[in-house]
């Protein structure tokens, strides 16, 4: 019998790491946590997997071997810490600390910089831990990043927003919904809110479906201006499942696609908002294929989207990105990240993208 099952506040699979398990069943209980262990690691569509041979006292040596003495063996660093589990790097850095007394993130961050540097903190980040700072930066720093605080509350699950938010407050001891009312206004802000309660309806409401759709097309295309409220409730509470449903019913009875409505309909942050939390109902993976085409076309880079983007879907669906991205546009992921990006920054990007499917 299972007594407890603690999972830190992390949910999995794309929480997964740092959970204790603890129980009284013996035999029963591993051959739960082997199987559960399996069917995680089949679901896993991510790049980046557990390594099997997995030794984080030597990995620990490597790592140190190569920050010690005068220069720094970068590639070293890049390609172990790329082919680790964000679980397997957390064991690193504990095991670093005990055999020589010293912050393995602080070690990295005196011998490592730029844009390299970055990486690879975010890569030794838990997943939990990297969203909550990530919209901790884009509220309090400088000016608002809507960019950010859209790419994560769109695409993450109602328990992984309910966790985010639970542990900003531990983190901050700060209302994470407060912190974004307090820097946006308007519909913007009250679809971030609806995002922020995790209270998203699960499975299809059949007899809604054509209701849902009815509403939206009243609510824009049927009448003179543009009732965002309508969009914000249904767009904000409906499951992905469900909303895609509507999606299709509202492109029968319009002749639009609901993304060229809400296009013409609606501007600036609402607008990059509703169309990211149709994008991902309709595919999370599609999601962020473009945002990663987008981070990447034209003069300059979005290094930051590009960054955020590769370390956080590196173990969860970047196989499913990289096939959407070469689906959609000209080239591959690959390809393209090769030709933004130069020295260890590219290596290790190339490496969590994980192949080319030119």
Known sequence: MLKTLKLSGLHFPEYLPLFTLSSSSGDSFSSTVLLLTQELNMANRGTVKPSPNFNASADAEVLHKAMKGLG????????????????????IKNTYKTLFGKDLIDDLKGELGGKFESLIVALMTPPLAYDVTSLR????????????????????????????VAAYRQEYDDNLEEDVCGDTSGHFKRLLVILLQGNRQSGVQEGNVEGDAQALFKAGEEKYGTDEQSFVTI??????????????????????EMEESIQRETSGNLQALILAVVKCARSVPAYFAETLYHAMKGAGTDDAT?????????EVDMLDIRKDFRRMFACSLHSMIKGDTSGDYRKALLMLCGGDDA
């Open 72 to 91: 720094t063996d970068e590639d070293a660093i890049l390609q172990l810490l790329t082919a680790r589990s964000n679980a397997q790097r957390q064991e």
């Open 137 to 164: 930066n884009a509220i309090k720093g400088a000016g608002t990043d809507e960019k950010v605080l859209i790419e994560i509350l769109a695409s993450r699950s109602c328990q992984q927003v309910k966790e985010i």
């Open 235 to 256: 767009l904000g509470n409906r499951s992905a499942e469900h909303l895609r449903k509507v999606f299709d019913a509202y492109m029968k009875m319009s002749g639009f």
């Open 306 to 314: 590009l960054m955020r983007v590769m370390v956080t879907r590196s």
